[in-house]
C-alpha cells in the first residue's frame, strides 16, 4: 500500500483544528493530514517536539501565525525532516517591545477575567474590516479561543514572549517553500512575507486578497486552491 505524503498543520494563536477545516477536507483523501494545537507547552521547543514525536521521519510543514513560528524552531533543530515548508501570515521578526507588552497586557487580561474578556477584542485585531461583521466567523473565533482556554492562552504567549528572530534560520531551506499572506494582515503584513521569502532561494509568495491575519477562516477556498496547486506542483 502506497503511504500518503504527511503534512503537519501547526494551528495559530487561540485558534485549534477547526482553522485548516475547508484545506483538510479538500486535501485528505490524497495527504495524511495531521492538527497541532498548541495548548501544554510554553515554549517553542516544547512545540515544535510536540509535532516532531508523531510525524514521519519526512513531512510538510504548514504553519499559521504560531505554527510558522513553531516552524522556525523546527528548522533549527530538525531541518532534514521537513520536506516541504508552507508559512502563513507569520513573520521571523522577534517582538519588538510595544508587542512584547501587548502579549503581557494579553496574559494579565485573561489572569484576571479569564478567556471571555480578551476574545472580544480578536476579530478586530486580526480580521479584515469587513470580516469583523461576519457573525459566524466571530462565533468560530470565539469558540476556538475557549478551546485553547486560559492555560493555553498563557502558555502560547508565553513562548512567543521568548521567540529570537529567525531569518538567519530560514536561509539555510533549501526545500520547496511557499509564503502565504493575506493583503490587509494587520498583524504580519506582506512586507514580512516579501523578506521572509528572499531569505529562502526558488521560494514562492502568494498574497490572498480581501483577506486579514487569518486566511484559512477568512477566505478558505482561496487558500485551499493555491495550497493545493503548490503541493501537485512541488510533489
Not at 515548508?85 to 497586557?105: E, F, N
Not at 489572569?111 to 478586530?124: C, F, K, T, V
Request: proline share 6%; charged share 20%; hydrophobic share 45%.
Amino acid at each position: 500500500m502506497t503511504t500518503k505524503p504527511a503534512l503537519a498543520f501547526a494551528c495559530a494563536h487561540m485558534t485549534d483544528e477547526r482553522l485548516y477545516a475547508h484545506q483538510i477536507a479538500a486535501l485528505q483523501s490524497a495527504y495524511d493530514c495531521r492538527v497541532f494545537v498548541f495548548r501544554e507547552h510554553d515554549s517553542m521547543a516544547g512545540m515544535a517536539q510536540q509535532v516532531l514525536s508523531v510525524m514521519p521521519q519526512r513531512f510538510t510543514w504548514i504553519g499559521l501565525s504560531l505554527g510558522g513560528y513553531v516552524a522556525f524552531e523546527a528548522i533549527r533543530c530538525a531541518l532534514p525532516r521537513l520536506e516541504r515548508l508552507v508559512l502563513i501570515d507569520t513573520t521571523a521578526v522577534a517582538d519588538h517591545p510595544a508587542r512584547r507588552q501587548g502579549r503581557q497586557k494579553d496574559i494579565a487580561t485573561v489572569q484576571q477575567g479569564g478567556i471571555d474578556a480578551l476574545i472580544p477584542e480578536l476579530p478586530s485585531r486580526w480580521l479584515l474590516p469587513e470580516h469583523v461583521k461576519d457573525g459566524a466567523l466571530n462565533e468560530l473565533m470565539f469558540d476556538m479561543a475557549r478551546s485553547v482556554g486560559a492555560v493555553g492562552q498563557f502558555n502560547q504567549q508565553t513562548a512567543m514572549l521568548g521567540r529570537p528572530d529567525s531569518h538567519a534560520d530560514l536561509a539555510k531551506v533549501r526545500v520547496p517553500t511557499l509564503f502565504m499572506c493575506g493583503r490587509q494582515d494587520p498583524m504580519t503584513p506582506l512586507a514580512d512575507h516579501e523578506a521572509m521569502a528572499a531569505c529562502v532561494p526558488g521560494s514562492q509568495l502568494t498574497v490572498i486578497e480581501g483577506c486579514g491575519h487569518l486566511s484559512t477562516i477568512e477566505q478558505p477556498q482561496a487558500v485551499t486552491a493555491e495550497l493545493m496547486q503548490w503541493l501537485r506542483t512541488n510533489s
